[in-house]
């Protein structure tokens, strides 16, 4: 088979170039995670909010005040949630890898034993494994990171901090929240509803169609998935917006 090499591959500058294009895209796509689980997250937990109360009173200010307070919560939680969570998995992982420092510093011999053995594990044969890992010790950074990477399975680099991802995920879930809310600001509860469901609806599927771009997924099927997602919430909204004063009052709650 012939190999085929672009010249400006080949080159170092336009190599280091492309390596940085890498990363900004790696970081961009962590930054889009963070704005998908967030919309898709304010549609359909808002959608089974609104859809809830609005089968249980029909008037607008219990769906509005219900919506907006649940809104609220969410993005508190969810922000706070996610700015602790990836505070704490860093600091976690900067633990573990001034572990693996002082054992690089301390135990260069072991060290360099494990990530050969990696090497090994991963392919290459004993002696080119060997050979490969004698050729990383001559730089007890380039050894660490290897160590990091192939043994923990993470990097030395931090990447987007948590008070970023936090933003991102809060902001996003703010404004799809907004979906399921708004016909209610401008309808009676009756007409609002379903324009909720159905507004919902079209920018669920939007989402997945974006989605696609980068899953290189079948953009209508990807669409389709996520449009399940506020299926399921108005059907349950409506299910449990049905029994649950039903079963309040069975419970005595309800006179």
Same mark, same amino acid.
């Given at each position: 088979?012939?190999? +085929? ?18 990363? #900004?895209?790696?970081?961009?796509? *962590? ?53 602790? !969570?990836?505070?704490?998995? +860093? /600091?976690?992982?900067?633990? /573990?890898?001034?572990? /693996? ?19 090994? #594990? ?22 660490? #990171? ?12 931090? *990447?987007? !901090? ?22 209610? @600001? @401008? ?24 989605? !696609? #771009? ?6 209508? +099927?990807?669409?389709? /998935? ?10 349950? *909204? ?18």
């Amino acid at each position: 088979m012939t190999v +085929r090499v672009h010249p400006t591959h080949l080159d170092r500058e336009a190599l280091l170039l492309h390596l940085g294009d890498e990363r #900004r895209k790696a970081d961009v796509l *962590g930054e889009i995670r963070e704005a998908m689980f967030g919309a898709q997250d304010g549609v359909t937990s808002i959608l089974a909010v609104v859809a809830t109360v609005a089968t249980i009173s029909r008037e607008t200010y219990p769906v509005l005040v219900a919506g907006l307070a649940a809104t609220l919560a969410e993005i508190i939680s969810m922000g706070a949630g996610e700015f602790m !969570s990836s505070k704490t998995q +860093r /600091e976690i992982f900067d633990a /573990e890898i001034a572990v /693996e420092r002082r054992e690089v510093a301390e135990y260069p011999l072991e060290a360099r034993a494990e990530v050969a053995l990696l090497l090994e #594990r991963d392919g290459l044969s004993q002696a080119s494994a060997e050979r490969v890992t004698a050729e990383l010790a001559t730089s007890p950074d380039v050894l660490l #990171r290897t160590m990091v990477e192939k043994e923990l399975g993470f990097t030395l680099e931090h *990447g987007a !901090s948590p008070l970023q991802g936090a933003l991102i995920l809060a902001a996003a879930f703010l404004i799809a929240a907004l979906v399921p809310i708004g016909p209610f @600001f @401008f309808l009676p509860v009756s007409a609002a509803l379903p324009v909720a469901i159905g507004f919902s609806a079209v920018v669920m599927f939007g989402l997945g169609v974006f989605k !696609s #771009r980068f899953t290189k997924k079948d953009p209508l +099927r990807s669409g389709l /998935e996520i449009v399940l997602l506020v299926i399921a919430a108005a059907g349950g *909204g409506y299910v449990f917006g049905t029994l649950l004063p039903k079963l309040l009052g069975v419970a005595g709650f309800i006179p």
